[in-house]
């Protein structure tokens, strides 16, 4: 995906393409708030599903495009962003104010890991963090994800945007199924950016985005609270946003 001109300068880069077949045990996993003490909103089953036995493999070197994936982010934030801000006013009460951004950390180093409520982020994930009101994404996890196509962080950012999203509604509409609605979100957003001209897909994003909800469903379908989903679950989601818009995610 990238930017069109309408909405900033159009960045010149080209879509990676998934150049890299992962095998290891990214989880894509994210949480919607704090964990709990026991259990939580980690999601082994993102890893046991896949095969392949510890980390994944480093993007190879001299193929990975730092300079593209490092605008690709920014263009996610500004663009998700954007778009938020233009149709709140004609989608919910109040305004709308964007969380604060703190984007990549290192989830190998938890001590660099950003602090949400009394722990910190985990390594291979990415959040909304309700106490703080930000979003971050651990660097591996996205440079990781990035190796296969842009279309990822868009994807991953517009995610953890549509948490932000819910935690500015009253709670009646944000919907047990959280995670789900989350992946409704960001096709609207996605989408809608797109509608508005402001995005502009490449070849190849929706199939990126199609290998990514096979890569980041959980095993088991939604169930509570926490689960995000099967892969079909949360691309079905994905796609009613998509097609349907905002207000699908409400119903
Ligand atoms: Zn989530």
Redesign the pocket.
Known sequence: MRETARNHRRRTGVAVVGALVLTGALTGA???EPRPAAGGDTHPAAQSTRAGNGSPAPPPTGMFDEAGFQEDMRAAETTIDDFWRRHWDGLFTGSYRSPRVAGLYDGRDPRSAPPCGDERLKRDNAAYCPPGDYVAWDAHLMRSGYARGDAWVYLVIA??WG?AVQARLRRGLVSPAA?LQ?DCLAGAALYGSSADGTLEFEDGDERELVDAFQFIGDRAPWTKPGD?GSAAQRLRNFSRGGENGVRACFT
């Open positions: 994210c949480r919607s995610h953890e948490h995670e989350a995000h």
